[in-house]
């Protein structure tokens, strides 16, 4: 089931990406897919965004760690870059760093053995009303080892336009 963002946010799509819902192209859990249909070759390379709240006090390197016991349900999963990134890698949303990690999975497509690389991206953004509740978004690149130069850079690029929604004052 498509779950939605805790806090709304912009960002623009680079050339040849395209929305996709994403109970229908098998991404539940997430509030936003996009597909980089130029990129088909037995998997189409994705971009999707998820979100939630938290008032526990993991840091965000914690919070990227959570993610790897969740998708060894696939497959077998490999950490093999973690780094923190700033304000200047995505200057509109957070003040605060964020952290960003790359992992190698082996998994299955279609019962036919496909390697898959990620690029995850977590930010946390802290409720101004509640300091001890914050936002933790989750932005990640995956696609095939072959497809990965094609996509990286739009997906770094993708994320340089993200930015916290305009409230409206009506």
Same mark, same amino acid.
């Given at each position: 089931m498509?779950?939605?963002l805790p806090v709304k946010i912009s960002f623009s799509l680079p050339d040849g990406w395209q929305a996709a819902p994403p109970d229908e192209v098998g991404a539940?859990? #997430?509030a936003? #897919?996009?597909l980089h249909p130029a990129s088909i070759d037995g998997f189409t390379a994705n971009i999707t965004i998820a979100g939630q709240m938290r008032n526990?006090?993991?840091t965000m390197w914690q919070i990227a760690e959570e993610s790897v016991p969740r998708l060894e349900q696939a497959g077998t999963v490999e950490v093999v870059k973690k780094a %923190?990134?700033?304000t200047p890698d995505i200057p509109g949303l957070t003040d605060s760093p964020g952290v960003v990690q790359n992992l190698r999975l082996h998994t299955t497509l279609r019962g036919e053995p496909l390697e898959l690389l990620q690029t995850q991206v977590y930010l946390g953004m802290e409720d101004v009303r509640n300091p001890a509740q914050r936002a933790v978004? %989750?932005?990640v690149l995956t696609?095939?080892?072959t497809q990965l130069h094609a996509v990286l850079d739009d997906f770094k690029t993708?994320?340089?336009t993200v930015r916290p929604a305009e409230e409206d004052h009506a």
């Open positions: 498509t779950t939605t539940p859990g #997430v936003f #897919v996009a526990d006090n993991a %923190e990134i700033g978004l %989750e932005f696609a095939k080892p993708f994320l340089r």
